[in-house]
């Protein structure tokens, strides 16, 4: 559960990325891919060398629901749903998986945003998106 102070915070830090979700996606997902290899199993179906074009379409798709969980904090299973079907029952998507990607979307803010992504803020989008992982992964059980 986020305090107000920590909402306030993710709120700020989307504010910043909001309008970029295609850009901020593609990146995130070039450094996961690239940092963290074994990510790119599950989507082979769209070819391992992911192009930049499919980079930005589905970073844009996940960066938009992203967006989506931001105004609905207060009720995030709610929101995300479909989204947990999808990864839980469809996709099969490893839970181990959403820690790294969570650690590359820390680092894309920090490179792009630099002195405003303050410590405080890190805190409160590390607990935020921790929360959203554990919604797309609860389904397993
Ligand atoms: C699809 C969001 C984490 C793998 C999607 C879609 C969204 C999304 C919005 C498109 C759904 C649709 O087309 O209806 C998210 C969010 C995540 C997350 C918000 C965490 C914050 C992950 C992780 C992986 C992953 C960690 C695997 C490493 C996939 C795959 C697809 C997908 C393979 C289908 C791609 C396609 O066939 O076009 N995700 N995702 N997702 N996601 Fe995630």
């Not at 391992?48 to 009720?75: I, K």
């Amino acid at each position: 559960m986020l305090s107000a102070q920590e909402r306030a915070q993710v709120a700020q830090v989307w504010d910043l990325i909001a309008g970029h979700e295609a850009s901020f996606g593609a990146e995130l997902l070039l450094r996961l891919f690239t940092v963290y290899p074994s990510t790119k199993i599950y989507f082979k179906h769209l070819g391992l060398c992911l192009d930049e074009t499919q980079l930005l379409t589905h970073g844009q798709r996940m960066l938009e629901a992203v967006g989506v969980a931001v105004q609905h904090m207060d009720n995030l299973r709610a929101a995300l749903s479909p989204l947990a079907d999808l990864h839980a029952q469809v996709l099969r998507v490893d839970p181990s998986n959403f820690p790294l990607l969570i650690q590359c979307f820390q680092v894309v803010l920090a490179s792009h945003l630099q002195g405003e992504f303050t410590v405080e803020m890190q805190a409160a989008w590390d607990k935020f998106l921790t929360g959203v992982a554990v919604v797309l992964t609860e389904k397993y059980r």
